[in-house]
């Protein structure tokens, strides 16, 4: 049997359910697993939430996610019960004025919700945060990041070609969520860095544009690595007052770290240098303005300053390829949002800006 809500449909077998997900426009155009009645029940138990909670909104059409609705989602996604409260604080996160969800999905820059998992939680529910992390083969990783996509399809109807405008897409839109490298990084964890404390474990939604490859394997200082990564993010097609994200391979990291250099100097640097001259800005036709005599000696910076840079670590522990992944707006039309894993709404504090979580 398949459920969804209040009703249900009777099929012949396994195949017959999943062709019937695929001619409802379930799907994300891979196979569903069917929303039987005693899998979505399996899911609810680990919520501990009433199935009614409405856990995030969609401003522009004001359609609302329940917990059942994203239980219902988390299971044609293949997630384990014990994953479904990340999804549900991812989801929350992304409901967040400060997310702008509506525009975010339906826009022609093509974002995907990128989760930075933090904390525990990774390690319990069997979380990859080393090699090919972002890639192919862990079940948790792969799940909880379909289950947003398929809410994002089923519960918003934000469809591709026609409310979800994306001019080329991004292949994170079928699932784009990793862990963080909790013994590969040698600076404190993303959620304490957040103001949360070690043993309440956090993810981190950002609407992310194409993932960028940085690749330094001859460096031994932290100037030329971070000067990839900035000249990665000052390239002409990406440079903006936007966020960015910036994935550190454990190798990068250390040798980073082993100079003494903490997160937020490995930020300032990084910003100081991800900029671009307004010659070629101009003649580039992004930024819209006539020639000035001392364009040469004026720059635009990627971000509004150094606290615009989420800095973590993942990947495998040898190799020095790191990542840098951009907003998806040109501007600031989404910040990140980050929201604690299993900890209820009104007892998280909400006194922290909904525009954005500082760094």
């Not at 006539?290 to 364009?295: F, I, N, S, V, Y």
């Not at 300053?305 to 990542?323: K, M, R, W, Y």
Request: hydrophobic letters at 40%; proline letters at 6%; glycine letters at 10%.
């Amino acid at each position: 049997m398949v459920v969804l809500g209040a009703r249900s449909h009777e099929v012949a077998d396994e195949i017959a359910a999943i062709e019937y997900c695929y001619a409802q426009g379930w799907t994300d155009g891979l196979p569903v697993v069917p929303p039987a009645d005693h899998l979505v029940h399996e899911m609810l138990e680990w919520a501990g939430r009433p199935q009614e909670e409405v856990v995030a909104t969609h401003a522009a059409t004001g359609r609302r996610c329940s917990v059942f609705s994203a239980a219902v989602n988390a299971v044609m996604a293949g997630c384990r019960p014990e994953y479904f409260p990340v999804v549900l604080a991812a989801l929350e996160a992304m409901g967040r004025p400060g997310y702008n969800f509506h525009a975010s999905t339906a826009s022609t820059g093509g974002s995907a919700p990128l989760l930075i998992v933090s904390g525990p939680i990774a390690e319990e529910i069997g979380m990859n945060s080393g090699a090919n992390v972002f890639g192919p083969g862990n079940r948790a990783n792969a799940t909880i990041g379909r289950a947003i996509r398929l809410t994002i399809l089923n519960v918003f109807k934000m469809i591709p070609g026609i409310s979800d405008q994306s001019t080329q897409g991004n292949p994170g839109k079928y699932s784009f969520c990793i862990a963080e490298h909790a013994t590969g990084n040698p600076w404190e964890p993303l959620n304490v860095e957040l103001g949360y404390p070690a043993d309440v474990s956090t993810v981190t939604v950002y609407a992310g544009g194409g993932f960028q490859n940085i690749e330094n394997h001859g460096a031994h200082d932290p100037e030329g690595i971070l000067l990839c990564v900035a000249d990665s993010m000052a390239n002409l097609g990406c440079i903006s007052p936007g966020q960015s994200v910036v994935v550190l391979s454990p190798e990068h990291a250390s040798i980073v770290a082993s100079k003494g250099w903490s997160k937020q100097q490995v930020r300032e640097f990084i910003y100081e240098h991800a900029r671009g001259s307004l010659v070629e800005l101009k003649r580039a036709g992004k930024v819209q303005a006539e020639p000035a005599a001392d364009d040469a000696s004026r720059f635009m910076h990627r971000g509004q300053g150094a606290e615009d840079i989420l800095i973590t670590v993942a990947g495998g522990d040898a190799g020095g390829h790191s990542a840098f992944i951009p907003s998806w707006s040109r501007g600031r039309a989404s910040l990140w949002q980050t929201r604690a894993i299993g900890v209820c709404v009104d007892c998280e504090n909400e006194e922290e800006d909904d525009d954005d979580t500082s760094l």
